[in-house]
C-alpha cells in the first residue's frame, strides 16, 4: 500500500468530520485518535507528503482537532507526550502550509 | 404423544442446538481447527482469535500473524496500548464480505473484529477499533462527560 494513502484519507476526513460533523460521536472520537497515531507515526517515519495532506484541513478544522485531540488525551487514550507532538506538528504544519489570504 | 410433551421436546432441542452453536463458536474454533502458529500468537497477544471455519491452515496461519503484526506495531508506537488492550477480551478476523466499509468494529463484549483484508500497514484501524473499546469502557460519568463536551466542540453537528 502506498504510505501516502492513509494519511491523505484520513486528513481529508479529519477536516470534514470536525467542521461538518459528517459523522456520528463515536466515528468521530475513533477517526481523531487514529489521527494523532498518525502524526506521531510521521514524526516518527518523517512521512512522505504529510504536509500537502494536512494543509488540506481549514482553520476551524485545525482548532477542533486540536481541541479534541487534548480532550481524549485528558480522558487518558494517550499519553500527554503523544499530545504534544500531534498538536505541535498540527499546528507547525498547518501554519506553515496555510495559503496566504 | 401430547401437545405440551412435544412442546417440551422442541423446546429441548432448541435449547441443545443453540447450546452446541455457542459451544461449537467459543470452544470449536480453538480446540478443532487452530494452527500451531495462530495458538503461538493467542499466547503471545493473551487473547483468542477467531476465524473463519473454512479457512485452510495457510490462510488461518496467514491472519494470526496480520494480528500479530497489527499489534507489535500498534504497541510499538503508542504509550498506552497496554492499558487500553485490557479492554478486549477476544479478536474476530472477518471476510470481507460481512463489514462492508467498516474494517473493524468494537462490541459492548470486548469483542475486537478485523477485515481480512487488513494489510500489514493497516495498524492504525487497530488504533481506531480500540478507540471504541476506551470509550465503552469509561464510566458511564466519564462517558456523558466525554460526549458532552466533544458534542459542544462540534457544535452539536452530527448527522447519525
Redesign the interface.
Known sequence: ?D?TQ?CQQ?IHEAATV?C???????E????I??LV??L??SK?EEHPNFDQHLARIDQRAYS?VV??IH?ATE?????P??EKIAADLVRVRFTRNRSPP | MNKKKKLTLVALIAAVGLGGGLFAKEYGDEYLLATPIEQAVERKIGRQIFLSWDDEDAERDEKARLVETLYDEARRHWDYFDRQWENVSSLEVLDELMTENIVMKMEQSGLLQLKSTLTSRDYHFFVHELTHAWQNSLSWSEQDDLKARWFALSNNAYHY
Open positions: 500500500m504510505q492513509p484520513y470536525s461538518y460533523g459528517a459523522r456520528n460521536f463515536k468521530d472520537v475513533a477517526t485518535v487514529e497515531y498518525l506521531n507515526f516518527r477542533l481541541e479534541k480532550l480522558f487518558g487514550f494517550y499519553s507526550a503523544e
